[in-house]
């Protein structure tokens, strides 16, 4: 499923991140899916967060991946619903995105 990442247009990938970031109940399952197929690796600054220790004795839920998981769904929590609120969480929680996006290489072109 790695197939095609460099084909989409960085702005496609954009946006569809943020109808993820803003309108998700529970973001951390896109987290996991991104992992379960790979796609992760498209994202080293999410991948790096996989297999990243924290000491049990503040984070017994694991990794620092995890945890982000679970910070990600208790966000979308706090907004309760609410678009506007969701919007600015998610802005918020993914406000770097369109520039490491725009960073990346162009392109393929047929």
């Known amino acids: 499923m790695q197939g095609g990442f460099r084909e989409l247009a ?3 990938v954009r946006d569809e991140w943020f109808k993820w970031a803003e309108r998700s109940a529970a973001p951390s ?5 991104l992992a379960a ?3 992760v690796g498209h994202f080293p600054e999410i991948q790096s967060l996989i297999g990243t220790p924290q000491d049990p004795e503040w984070h017994p839920e694991g990794d620092v991946f995890i945890h982000t998981g679970h910070c990600c769904d208790a966000l979308a929590g706090l907004a309760n619903g ?3 609120a969701r919007s600015r969480a998610a802005s918020i929680c993914w406000r770097p995105w369109p520039m490491i996006l725009a960073s990346r290489p ?3 072109r047929r």
């Open 37 to 39: 197929t790979g796609w």
């Open 106 to 108: 162009p392109r393929a």
């Open 29 to 33: 399952a896109g987290l996991k899916f």
């Open 10 to 12: 960085g702005q496609r």
């Open 82 to 84: 609410s678009r506007p």
